[in-house]
């Protein structure tokens, strides 16, 4: 069956960095985009980016533009997502999510189980 | 970039019809998708395309479209179904997903 296991949840001190991992398995990872998702306490979901399964391509929400770097490992079935310059604000679940359906009109429709990152001095 | 509209709360009591609005500007021409988010769980699409369902969810859970609302039906309200639900679109002028601010769904 399809999973996405995401990576276990990090404490990081502000400004540094945090890697998110999310291991898909029962399908190729070739064949559908991921999404990554987030949301703060108390705040709704909050687009981050996708990363194409074709040829890598990405799309990152303005916001985060300089911040964040999607990458898939196709030997690994894994998709990455690097957030940088870490802020109290970055303080979130995220979740990775796999596109389906047409093209421009994609939904989600398996999830990780989100990973818990928290922004702390 | 393209904006979704959701009310912070709904509530029902238990067997009766719960609605969710979703508004957006010319909703109708999009396909929109819906997800149930309980606490400590990841998202669950219950609608996609509209009004379509995917296995596993319960008939209970209706779509519907036009004009410039899509509406999430839940009837026969259970206990179970109180959660925040979540509409989303792909905005193609942009290429990415827009999901609507959320609603909590409160069974009384």
């Known amino acids: 069956q399809v999973q996405l296991v995401q990576s276990g949840p990090e404490v990081k001190k502000p400004g540094a960095s945090v890697k998110v991992s999310c291991k898909a398995s029962?399908?190729?990872?070739?064949?559908?985009?991921v999404t990554w998702v987030r949301q703060a306490p108390g705040q709704g979901l909050e687009w981050m980016g996708w990363?194409?399964?074709?040829?890598?391509?990405?799309n990152y929400a303005q916001k985060l533009q300089g911040r964040v770097t999607m990458t898939t490992d196709t030997s690994t079935s894994t998709t990455y997502m690097e957030l940088r310059s870490l802020r109290s604000d970055d303080t979130a679940f995220y979740y990775c999510?796999?596109?389906?359906?047409?093209?421009?009109?994609?939904?989600?429709?398996?999830w990780g189980q989100g990973t818990l990152v928290t922004v702390s001095s | 970039s393209y904006v979704l509209t959701q009310p912070p709360s709904v509530s029902v009591p238990p067997g009766q019809t719960a609605r969710i609005p979703c508004g957006g500007n010319n909703i109708g021409s999009k396909s929109v998708h819906w997800y149930q988010l309980k606490p400590g769980q990841a998202p669950v699409v219950v609608v996609y395309d509209d009004s379509d369902r995917p296995s596993g969810i319960p008939e209970r859970f209706s779509g519907s479209n036009s004009g410039s609302t899509a509406t999430l039906t839940i009837s026969r309200v259970e206990a179970g179904d109180e959660a925040d639900y979540y509409c989303q679109v792909w905005d193609s002028s942009s290429d990415h997903p827009v999901f609507g601010g959320g609603t909590k769904l409160t069974v009384l």
């Open positions: 999510a796999r596109h389906q359906g047409d093209y421009g009109d994609y939904y989600f429709d398996y």
């Open positions: 029962g399908y190729s990872i070739s064949t559908y985009g």
């Open positions: 990363i194409s399964s074709h040829n890598a391509n990405t």
